[in-house]
């Protein structure tokens, strides 16, 4: 069975409502732009690319200025208390009309489509009840580490303040991102209790419920630890920001664009750039603008929707 065929049976959650505290900042974290684009417009595309039907965001009391990015087509649901994310995952089910749901996260804008097609084309092979992305890295501090039985089933998820000595060696990570029944996911998250340090609702308890039951909780593991990247500060973006920059700048100079100098230029992927065109270096180019054919530009130049700006020294 193929994704497309089962492209049009879930719906969409993407958590967005968090405080963003280690920002520090009172710009929300989604709303940062990454190379001309909100950060989580990466994942909302994603999700359109996936030809997801039911997209719903939870988002906080931002809510009218996420929904004048994004527009209309989709759904808004409103956490005003950032209790956790299996609270905001509630918030968001309520909207879901389809029997099955892909549960996503605003600040994780790396992931790719072929990642989640794989991961929905094994849970329906497999007959899963429930899917959990997971993923190794090099250095898993801090992440719930998943726990296997010896023929590679899904025991439990632990905590990295809960693991022992031996846990903590592990590097396979749960990365949040689920796919399932709905209806269970929705049983599940009714009986999450915030019984932790941080009186929270934690998304991560479903687990631990479902495979009580006997539901058949599968991991999917993936190894390209850049896919799964949150950003939870400015260090975070801008190591993000950079990944995006090379791979698009690697497309633009295999269509024949010439940067003499990636380091010192900036160029949004909000830009359309014609053949054979030159980027001098210590070129910035930004928002609603087209270079058009055989064009040099710079250095030293800075231009932002077809206009050219002062750079300050």
Same mark, same amino acid.
């Given at each position: 069975m193929t994704s497309k065929s089962n492209s049009r049976s879930f719906s969409t959650i993407i958590l967005a409502a968090g405080v963003s505290k280690r920002m520090h900042s009172s710009i929300p974290k989604i709303l940062y732009k990454i190379l001309g684009k909100p950060m989580i417009q990466y994942v909302v595309e994603l999700a359109k690319s996936l030809n997801c039907p039911e997209i719903i965001v939870v988002t906080g009391k931002n809510v009218k200025v996420v929904k004048r990015i994004l527009g209309n087509d989709l759904k808004y649901a409103i956490q005003e208390t950032p209790l956790g994310t299996g609270d905001? =995952?509630?918030?968001?089910?309520?909207?879901?009309?389809?029997?099955?749901? /892909?549960?996503?996260?605003?600040?994780?804008? /790396?992931l790719k489509k072929e990642t989640v097609n794989k991961m929905i084309e094994n849970h329906h092979r497999k007959s899963a009840d429930l899917s959990v992305? =997971?993923?190794? $890295?090099?250095?898993?501090?801090?992440?719930?580490?998943? $726990?296997?039985?010896?023929?590679?089933k899904l025991l439990r998820i632990v905590e990295h303040v809960d693991a022992s000595v031996e846990q903590l060696k592990i590097k396979e990570i749960n990365t949040g991102i689920y796919f399932g029944a709905r209806n269970l996911i929705s049983d599940a998250l009714a009986l999450v209790r915030n019984e932790n340090q941080q009186k929270e609702f934690y998304l991560t308890d479903i687990i631990h419920y479902l495979i009580e039951k006997n539901k058949k909780v599968i991991p999917?593991?993936?190894?390209n630890e850049e896919e799964i990247l949150g950003v939870n500060t400015k260090l975070?973006?801008? %190591?993000? %920001?950079? $990944?995006?920059?090379?791979?698009?700048?690697?497309?633009?100079?295999?269509?024949?664009?010439?940067?003499?100098?990636p380091s !010192?230029?900036?160029?949004?992927?909000?830009?359309? $750039?014609?053949? !054979?065109?030159?980027? %001098?270096?210590? =070129?910035?180019i930004e928002g609603d603008t087209t270079i058009p054919d055989n064009s040099v530009i710079g250095p030293f130049v800075w231009i932002k929707d077809g206009k050219k700006r002062r750079m300050k020294p």
């Open positions: 905001a =995952t509630k918030k968001g089910i309520v909207y879901a009309t389809r029997p099955e749901l /892909l549960i996503l996260y605003g600040d994780v804008p /790396l992305l =997971t993923c190794e $890295i090099d250095n898993p501090a801090g992440y719930g580490r998943i $726990i296997r039985d010896k023929g590679g999917f593991k993936i190894e975070d973006l801008a %190591r993000v %920001r950079e $990944i995006v920059k090379k791979k698009w700048f690697e497309e633009l100079m295999l269509k024949g664009v010439y940067i003499e100098d !010192s230029t900036n160029i949004d992927l909000t830009v359309k $750039i014609g053949n !054979s065109v030159h980027i %001098r270096p210590y =070129t910035f």
